[in-house]
């Protein structure tokens, strides 16, 4: 009985996270690149404090206020999502960092101390390829590079154009 107790905690709390994450992705008030990066930071923190992995955010000192729209906040914030999920899911980090920098671009420089990965490994599963493909439909592309002392993905797209919500 305890343990379906747990469970069912378990999932109330996934239900709750992902109920706020859609309410947030729906909310245009939020269409500008503070609040994505609050947002994110945010997340970041909730993802990793139940998994012993530090989490840290890196922001400017001064966010330009510029408009980001839904569906690119939502590719964006999903790209993020993306890669937090791996650093749990296979890194054995103790550490994990993300630092977000705006020059005509937004770059967000996600890094890990784990184990690493080999990159050009077939065994890989979907979740690089869909960060890739997000990244793409927002103009941003993502650069992966992995060793023994851990991993650092960097995320660049452009945030100064329009995007629209095509498949």
């Known amino acids: 009985i305890r343990r379906d107790a747990v469970k069912i905690a378990e999932n109330s709390q996934k239900v709750s996270r992902r109920l706020s994450e859609v309410i947030w992705e729906l ?16 997340q970041g923190k909730d993802h990793f ?10 922001l400017p000192l001064d966010i330009p206020k510029i408009d980001v729209p839904g569906y690119a906040r939502r590719q964006i914030y999903l ?9 749990v899911k296979h890194s054995d980090a103790d550490t994990a960092r993300c630092e977000a920098e705006f020059n ?6 996600i ?7 080999d990159i050009g490994s077939k065994s890989g599963g979907e979740g690089l ?8 439909k927002i103009d941003g592309d993502a650069d992966i590079r992995s ?19 095509n498949k």
Do not use: P, W
């Open 79 to 87: 790209a993020v999502k993306e890669c937090f999920h791996n650093i």
């Open 104 to 109: 005509e671009r937004l770059t967000l420089i």
């Open 27 to 42: 909310n245009m008030e939020h269409d500008n690149l503070e609040d994505l990066l609050l947002f994110i930071q945010k």
């Open 129 to 136: 390829k869909n960060l890739k493909y997000r990244l793409a």
């Open 147 to 165: 060793s023994s002392a851990g991993t650092v993905i960097t995320l660049s797209m452009s945030i100064n154009t329009k995007y629209h919500n």
């Open 111 to 117: 890094s890990d101390n784990g184990k690493g990965f």
């Open 49 to 58: 404090s139940a998994t012993g992995i530090n989490f840290s955010m890196i």
